[in-house]
C-alpha cells in the first residue's frame, strides 16, 4: 500500500503510520534497525530503495528515504508511506525536502528513528566529505557510501581514508567477499608456503582492485604492485607469488573466474559482480566497526603503482 | 618445511574478518539415489544453491550413481530441472554453466563390481581434470538395507580410502536402525568402512535457522536462563505435526511408525537443545558432549500404559477434504499395527530438569502442519486479584515456532481494556523476516556445506544416535506387546488416550 502525504510534518507521518498498522494490520516484521537513504534529486532512487526492500528481507528494518529536492522553492516536505506488498519486509518512508528544508535532513530524521535500534545511513550517489561528520551519518552507528559511483572513484577512495571514522564502510569492499574468500580458500590448501609478492590488475578507475591490493598489504605484509587492466570494470586479476609459483584468480571476461595453482589443473567457478542488494545485505549483517576494512585503507599508501595499458576513458 | 607442532595458520584469515565466507576447500560430491525425491527436491537444488551464493570451490564436481542408462548430459538435463524447478536463488546461467561442467554420472546397481570401479575412475578423472584434490564426500540417498553392500564397494574400489591431505567423507540419512540393535549394527557396518569422524549423520532439523536460534536465545539472553529450570517450568511440549498421510510411502513406513520416524531422531534433538546446559563453547566436541550428557540423564515416565499414546489415522475429513485411513492406502496390510501418531513422557533427572515432565508427540494426518516447543511455565504462586479476575489467565508460556511460521511466541497475562480490572493471555510473536526469503540458506544447504567443510556440529553423533534408541526402545516393546493403536480420524488432533495422557496430571496439550 503506498498513501501520500503532501506537505506535511514528521509528526504526522508518524500518526499516519501508527493509523495505518491499527487500521490494515499492515505491520512489518519485528524490525531490527532503521535505515536511512540519503540521495539528491535526480539520482537514481528508486533503485535505491528497491535494494533496500531486497534487503529489508534479511533483516527487517524501516527505510528513510532523504530525497533533496531543489533548494529554490519555498520550504516543504512531502511523504510518501509504503507498507505491505510495496516494502518487501519493510515500511518505507519517502521524505522529498525542498527549499531551505532540503540540508535539514537530520531534523525529519530524528522523529522517524525506531526507538533503541541501530541507525545506519547510506548514500547510494555522491557521498559527504567526512561521512561522520554529515549531520545525518552523526545520526547513525554505520555509514555506508559507494566509491564506484564517484566521478572519480580513486580519490574518492582516498577521501574514504582520510576521513576514515569507525563505523564507516563502503560498497567496494562487500563487493570484493567472494573474491578474498577464494584467495583464503586457496592458501587454505598445501603447500603453506610464505607469499613473497602480490600483484593484483583491474580497471585504472576500480576503488575495488586497489582495495584488495591494500588488504593483501596489510595482511601479508610484502610488496603489493597494482596494475591496469584493459577490463570493462572492476577487478581483473590477483597473482600471489610463492616459492613453488604462483596463486592467481583472474576473472578476464568478468564473469567467469579462474584459479591456476601451481601443479594443479585450472579451476573455474562464476564470478560476477555481485548485485547491489547482496552487497547492502552484507553490510547490515555486521554494524560494529569493521577493523579490517580499516586495515585495508591505512594501507593504501604501500601499493606500488604498476603499468599496464593506457587509461581507458569510461563514460 | 615447518615442523608439524607448528601449527600453520592462514594470514588471510582473521578472527575479526567476519564477512570471510566459508568456502570448502577442493572437493566433489558423488549421490547415491539420485532419481530420488530428496535428491531433485532438495540436494541437487541445494549444490547449486551453494554455487549460486559463491560457497563450492572452484572446481566443484558432483557425480550421480544410479541404475538408469543415462549419459552424462542426460543426468545433467535431470539436474538442471530440478534446479530449475526447486532452487531458492534466482537462476544464473554463469553459475548453472561453470557447475554443469562438473557433472557426471556413473550408471550401475549397488551389487556391480564394474560400477564401483567406473565410479572410481570417473572420481580420480575429476581429480585430474577438474581438480577435486581427491576430497570426496558420499551421500547415500539410499534405503539403510543398501549401505552395507554400498559401504563394501567403496571400500573395495578402493574410494573409502583417504591418503595424506586428502579426506573421504560419508553422510547418510535417517532412519538409523529401528532400534538399539539395529542402530549398533549400521553404525558398526558404516564404521568399519569410515572412521566416526568421517561419518556424517543428516537430521536436517538441525540445519534450520530457527533450531539453531535455540542456543541464540538461551545463552546469549539474560533474560530466559533464570527461569529456565523446574523451579518455574511446569512442563514442555514438544509436537511435530504433519497434515500429509502415508500413502506412497508404504515401503518405508509399515512396520516403521511416527515413533521412530520422527522421536527418535527429529523430537529428541529438539528436547536436547532445549534442555542442555550452556556448552563451555560451540566447538562440535562441547556441543555434543553436553547433548550426549543431558540425553543420556533422559529417560521414560512410567507406566509406559499412562505414559504413552499411539494412534493410526482412519478416514475422515481434512481441511476441506476426504481423505482415506492408513489400513486403506495402498500398500498397507489390512491389519497394519504401524502407529501415525505416538506420544511419549519423559523426564530428564537433573538439578535443572528434576520433575519437569517433557511431553512429546507427533503425527500424520493431524489438525495442520506445525512444528514447535511449548515451554509452559508454572502458575504465579499468588494472584492479588478478585477470583473472578483472572479467571481466563492460562500458563504462560514460550513457543519456539520451528516451522511454518518461523518465529518465537510468549504467552502472558494482560489487562482486558475497560473499566474494570481483568486480566487475559496475550502473545507476543517474534516472526524470522528469512520466511519470505532466499537470502538465508536452506537446511540442506547449510548441512551439505558442512560436510563439505568438515564440521560436524550440527550432524548427530553415533552415540546420540544410540542413546536415543535406548530412551526409545522400552516404548517400543511395551507397543509391540500392547494390543493396536487407537484409531483418530484424519484432521483431529490425535486419540483420545494422548489428550488422557496430559490429563492424568492436571494438563493439557496446547493446540499449535
Redesign the interface.
Known amino acids: 500500500m503506498i498513501v501520500d502525504l503532501p506537505s506535511t510534518t514528521t509528526a504526522a507521518v508518524n500518526r499516519k503510520m501508527v493509523e495505518l498498522r491499527e487500521r490494515g494490520g499492515a505491520v512489518a ?2 524490525r531490527v534497525l532503521t535505515l536511512v537513504i540519503v540521495t539528491d534529486d535526480g539520482d537514481p532512487t528508486e533503485q535505491a530503495i528497491e535494494a533496500a526492500n ?1 534487503a ?5 528494518c524501516r527505510v528513510l528515504v532523504l530525497a533533496r529536492g531543489i533548494k529554490r522553492a519555498a520550504a516543504r516536505l512531502d511523504a510518501q508511506i509504503r507498507v505491505g506488498g510495496d516494502a518487501g ?1 519493510s515500511e518505507v518512508v519517502v521524505l522529498r525536502m525542498y527549499g531551505p528544508l532540503a540540508d535539514q535532513g537530520a531534523s525529519v530524521t530524528v522523529p522517524l528513528l525506531l526507538p533503541d535500534a541501530p541507525v545506519v545511513v547510506w548514500w547510494p550517489g555522491e557521498a559527504p566529505a567526512v561521512p561522520a561528520d554529515d549531520p545525518v551519518g552523526r545520526l547513525a552507528q554505520r555509514r555506508i557510501t559507494d566509491c564506484a559511483v564517484a566521478r572519480n572513484p580513486i580519490k574518492a577512495l582516498a577521501q574514504r581514508r582520510a576521513s576514515y571514522a569507525a563505523g564507516d564502510t563502503d560498497l567496494a ?2 563487493r570484493l ?2 573474491w ?6 586457496a ?4 603447500p ?1 608456503e610464505d ?1 613473497t609478492r602480490v600483484v593484483v590488475a583491474g580497471a585504472a578507475d576500480s576503488p575495488s582492485t586497489d582495495l584488495i591490493a591494500g588488504w ?1 598489504a596489510a ?3 610484502v610488496p603489493v604492485t597494482r596494475n591496469r587492466a584493459d577490463v570493462e570494470g572492476g577487478l581483473e586479476s590477483v597473482r600471489l607469488v610463492r616459492r613453488s609459483g604462483e596463486v592467481a584468480l583472474a576473472r578476464p571476461d568478468g ?5 591456476t595453482q601451481p601443479g ?9 559482480r555481485r548485485p547491489l542488494r547482496d552487497c547492502l ?2 553490510e547490515l549483517r ?1 554494524l560494529d566497526p ?3 576494512y580499516q586495515e585495508a585503507l591505512d594501507a593504501l599508501p604501500r601499493i606500488r603503482k604498476g603499468g599496464g595499458p593506457a587509461r581507458k576513458i569510461t563514460p | 618445511m ?1 615442523s608439524l607442532t607448528d601449527e ?1 595458520t ?5 578472527p ?11 572437493c566433489g560430491l558423488v549421490i547415491f539415489g539420485v532419481t530420488g525425491d530428496l535428491s531433485r527436491k532438495k540436494l541437487m537444488p541445494a549444490v547449486y544453491d551453494l ?2 551464493r ?1 560457497l ?5 564436481a558432483l557425480v550421480g550413481f544410479a541404475r538408469r542408462d543415462w549419459a552424462d548430459q542426460d543426468f545433467e538435463e535431470i539436474v538442471h530441472e530440478s534446479v530449475r524447478q526447486y532452487a531458492r536463488t534466482p537462476f ?1 546461467e ?2 548453472w ?3 554443469a ?1 562438473g557433472i557426471r554420472f556413473v550408471q550401475g546397481s549397488f551389487d556391480d563390481d564394474d560400477a564401483f570401479d567406473r565410479l572410481a575412475q570417473c572420481v580420480h578423472q575429476l581429480d ?4 577435486t ?1 581427491g576430497n570426496h564426500a558420499f551421500y547415500l540417498s539410499i534405503p539403510p538395507s543398501a549401505f552395507p553392500v554400498v559401504c563394501k564397494q567403496l571400500a573395495r574400489a578402493g574410494l573409502a580410502t583417504q591418503r595424506g ?1 586428502q579426506w573421504r567423507r560419508v553422510v547418510i540419512e535417517k532412519p538409523f536402525g529401528h532400534d538399539l540393535m539395529s542402530a549398533r549394527e549400521l553404525n558398526a557396518i558404516v564404521n568399519d568402512v569410515f572412521p566416526e569422524e568421517s561419518v556424517f549423520r543428516i537430521d536436517h532439523y538441525l540445519g534450520k535457522e530457527t533450531v539453531q536460534n535455540i542456543l541464540a536465545l538461551r545463552f546469549a539472553n539474560q533474560l530466559y536462563e533464570p527461569i529456565w529450570n523446574s523451579n518455574y517450568v511446569d512442563h514442555v511440549q514438544i509436537t511435530m505435526a504433519e497434515d500429509v498421510g502415508v500413502g506412497g510411502r508404504a515401503g518405508y513406513y509399515d512396520g516403521i511408525g511416527a515413533a521412530r520416524d520422527v522421536i527418535q531422531n527429529h523430537l529428541l534433538q529438539l528436547l536436547a537443545l532445549t534442555a542442555i546446559e550452556e556448552p563451555v563453547s560451540f566447538r562440535p566436541r562441547e556441543l555434543r558432549g553436553e547433548k550426549v550428557k543431558v540425553l543420556s540423564a533422559t529417560g521414560l515416565m512410567e507406566p509406559l500404559e499412562q505414559t504413552t499414546a499411539r494412534g493410526q489415522y482412519v478416514a475422515g475429513w481434512q481441511g476441506g477434504q476426504w481423505v482415506q485411513g492408513l489400513l486403506e492406502e495402498d500398500g498397507f496390510a489390512k491389519d497394519s499395527k504401524t502407529e501415525t501418531y505416538a506420544a511419549i513422557t519423559l523426564e530428564i533427572n537433573t538439578r535443572r530438569w528434576a520433575g519437569v515432565p517433557w511431553f512429546l508427540r507427533t503425527g500424520k494426518r493431524l489438525g495442520r502442519r506445525v512444528t514447535e516447543i511449548a515451554v509452559m511455565f508454572k502458575r504465579a504462586p499468588h494472584l492479588p486479584f478478585d477470583t473472578t479476575a483472572a479467571e481466563e489467565l492460562g500458563q504462560n508460556a514460550l513457543v519456539v515456532r520451528v516451522q511454518p511460521d518461523e518465529g518465537v511466541t510468549t504467552r502472558f497475562g494482560s489487562k482486558v481494556p475497560g473499566t474494570s480490572m481483568e486480566v487475559r493471555d496475550v502473545t507476543m ?6 520466511a ?2 532466499e ?2 540458506p536452506e537446511a540442506y544447504e547449510r548441512l551439505l556445506l558442512d560436510v563439505l567443510l568438515g564440521e560436524p556440529s550440527l550432524f548427530p553423533s553415533n552415540e546420540e544416535v544410540e542413546l536415543c534408541w535406548e530412551i526409545l526402545d522400552p516404548v517400543l516393546d511395551f507397543w509391540e506387546s500392547a494390543g493396536r493403536p487407537e484409531p483418530y480420524p484424519a484432521g483431529s488432533w490425535g486419540p483420545k488416550s494422548a489428550d488422557q495422557m496430559l490429563a492424568r496430571t492436571g494438563r493439557k496439550w496446547r493446540r499449535p
Open positions: 516484521l519485528g531486497d529489508s528481507r534479511e533483516h527487517p519486509a569492499w562487500p567477499t567472494l578474498r574468500g577464494l584467495l583464503a580458500a592458501l587454505d590448501q598445501p603453506h607469499v593483501l595482511k601479508l605484509d564473469k567467469v573466474g579462474v584459479l594443479q589443473p585450472e579451476r573455474r567457478m562464476a564470478l560476477q545485505s552484507e555486521r569493521d577493523e579490517i | 615447518r600453520w592462514n594470514p588471510l584469515r582473521d575479526r574478518d567476519k564477512r570471510l565466507p566459508r568456502i570448502a576447500g577442493p554455487a549460486n559463491g563450492l570451490p572452484p572446481g566443484f544464473r554463469t553459475v554453466r561453470q557447475l561442467k585430474e581434470v577438474r581438480g584434490s591431505d510473536d517474534f516472526a524470522y523476516g528469512h519470505f526469503t537470502s538465508s
